[in-house]
Every structure is written in structure tokens, then in C-alpha cells.
């Protein structure tokens, strides 16, 4: 089903950069953003945000580089009972030119497959197309607009632009549309977020915080206007690479609604940083379709990083 796969590439596919908005208010998290501080001001720390390429970089490391990995995806009733478990391990192999999937062992459990082995559900379908491909895919290391296929739909494009680049103004402007909703710092949708800058300490590493969150006290009307409702980011001080991101989305209209937490982990393997842990728990419902509930983790680990 095309759109469920659009959901998933929405988060997980592909990157583009972001144009120029008026900048938003910006609150301050007992923190100090200046040039003699920090070496960049408020407003630069936010271009540096929206033209981020880190994350989309970690994920094309994950691509590129053999490691191994395992996951466990569940199936939820409708009262969040399991109803069906799917674990898989095995290695990414990569020769830096194409890479493929080895599966070392699958395990399935309850409401999974078919009698002719297909996935009862399409959440599976989805993950599998993004995390474990059935055929041989291209890698590289390189960044560029190419890595959109011509034959990607102008939703598909827009997807996989959101899901690593933050509050993009590049998706197709529909009015009133899931496209619109996407991009957090067109000027239209700054009044329904809160944008803030703070600190912590996370792995040892000393980060900054970029928060946007759908503004408190928002009337019904408006809060559904705003599809994002929260995006975290932690920024590495030395380099500026994104380690942590997590994501919140909810979308409610007549032929799809959607409830989707969504939280990346990033660590570092000489030198290159790569997503280790990949947290996913959501709801959707598409018309004429049964709605699925379903978590997804994926751990990957023993890096061949030369």
C-alpha cells in the first residue's frame, strides 16, 4: 500500500535542504546563544538546524558500512494486547558499493504471516522496504538531490525531505494538506510551535537542545492543524552532528489518521556516527484498510568502520 510506505519513508528515507523562512521566537533554556559565547548567534543556530545534514548522513553510514543487527516488531489489538511478535538478527553486509541483508534468524509468533507466507499486516511490509531490503541496494557517501528516484511521487519526496531534514519549506505547498503541515518554520505554522534552545549532557557528550513543540492552550482547531507536535534534537558541541532525535506525529483527516512516536539514538564508530538504536510505537488507520497498531526496535552494533 503506497501510502503506508510514504509514512515510513516520511521518517526514515532520504534528506533535501531547507529554504529560507522568517525566523521564529525563540525561547531560551537557561542558555546563552551568542558570537563571543558560542562562536554563532541565535539566528545562525537556527540555519544551522534547518540545513542540518547529519542525521540523513548517519543514516547513509547505516547503509554503507557491514554491521550487525536485530528486531522485534509487535502487533497490537485494538486494547493494546500482542497480538503477534516478528524478531529478526542478522548482518547488513556492504562492499561500499551495494549492500544486502543476511538474515541469521527470523522468529514469528501469533498474528504475523499468511498460510502462503505473506505479512497479514502492512506495518512489517513497510520496515522491511526501508530497514531490510529483499534485493541488493546501492550505497554511497555522497549527499545530493539525486538520491530521489524521478519516479518518486511529489508525496514521497516530501516524506522522505521531513524525516531528516527539520521544518523543510521544500515540500509541496497544498493548502490545507499533510505537505503544509510539514514544514514547522513556514511562517503560517510558527504560530503554532514553541522553539527552544537548551542544554544537556547525553553519552558523555556535551550537546545542545533544539525542542519544537505545539504551543499549550492551542483550541482543538488549531492543534489539529499542526501534524508535527514535537521534534527533539541533541547537537554534539564539537561537531554539530545530531546524536538524538525524536519525533511525535499525529494527523487526523477523512482517509488516514495517524499517531506516531518515533526516537533515534546515534553513537559514534571511528569517527563515523551511526544509528544504533531506532524506536518506533504508532497507530494508523487508511480507509478501506484495517487500522494496525505496532512497536518496532532495531539495534545495530559490531560496526566494520575502516
Known amino acids: 500500500m503506497k501510502i503506508i510506505s510514504f509514512l515510513f519513508s516520511f521518517l526514515f528515507l532520504s534528506e533535501l535542504i531547507?529554504?529560507?523562512?522568517?525566523?521564529?521566537?525563540i525561547f531560551l533554556d537557561d542558555i546563552e546563544i551568542s558570537e563571543e559565547n558560542n562562536g554563532f548567534s541565535v539566528e545562525e543556530f537556527i540555519e544551522y538546524v534547518k540545513k542540518d545534514t547529519t542525521f540523513y548522513m548517519g543514516f547513509k553510514n547505516l547503509r554503507y558500512y557491514t554491521h550487525n543487527f536485530?528486531?522485534?516488531?509487535?502487533i497490537f489489538n485494538k486494547n493494546d494486547i500482542t497480538i503477534g511478535i516478528l524478531r529478526k538478527s542478522g548482518l547488513h553486509f556492504s562492499n561500499g558499493k551495494q549492500a544486502w541483508i543476511e538474515l541469521d534468524s527470523i522468529f514469528d509468533s501469533g498474528k504475523i504471516f499468511k498460510r502462503n507466507g505473506d505479512y497479514k499486516f502492512y506495518t512489517p511490509e513497510a520496515f522491511d522496504e526501508v530497514f531490510f531490503?529483499?534485493?541488493t541496494i546501492n550505497v554511497d557517501l555522497v549527499i545530493s538531490k539525486s538520491d530521489d528516484s524521478d519516479e518518486d511521487s511529489q508525496n514521497l519526496r516530501d516524506a522522505k525531505t521531513v524525516g531528516f531534514t527539520i521544518g523543510t519549506a521544500d515540500v509541496e505547498q497544498k493548502k490545507g494538506g499533510m505537505?503544509?503541515?510539514?514544514?514547522?518554520?513556514d511562517v503560517d505554522m510558527q504560530k503554532y510551535y514553541d522553539y527552544t534552545i537548551g542544554e544537556i549532557i547525553y553519552n558523555e557528550k556535551e550537546c545542545y537542545t533544539f525542542s519544537i513543540k505545539i504551543k499549550e492552550n492551542l483550541?482543538?482547531?488549531d492543534i489539529k492543524k499542526a501534524l508535527i507536535r514535537n521534534i527533539v534534537s541533541?547537537?554534539?558541541k564539537e561537531n554539530f552532528n545530531v546524536i538524538y532525535r525524536e519525533y511525535k506525529f499525529v494527523y487526523n483527516s477523512w482517509l488516514i489518521s495517524l499517531d506516531m512516536d518515533?526516537?533515534?539514538?546515534?553513537?559514534?564508530?571511528?569517527?563515523?556516527?551511526?544509528?544504533?538504536?531506532?524506536s518506533y510505537r504508532g497507530f494508523w488507520d487508511v480507509m478501506f484498510f484495517k487500522p494496525e497498531r505496532a512497536s518496532f526496535k532495531l539495534l545495530n552494533s559490531n560496526f566494520i568502520v575502516n
Open 18 to 25: 531547507a529554504q529560507d523562512t522568517l525566523l521564529p521566537m
Open 70 to 74: 536485530s528486531s522485534e516488531l509487535n
Open 133 to 135: 531490503p529483499s534485493d
Open 179 to 185: 505537505s503544509k503541515r510539514l514544514a514547522v518554520f
Open 219 to 221: 483550541s482543538d482547531k
Open 234 to 236: 541533541y547537537f554534539d
Open 262 to 278: 518515533i526516537k533515534v539514538k546515534m553513537d559514534y564508530v571511528n569517527n563515523k556516527h551511526v544509528p544504533t538504536d531506532i
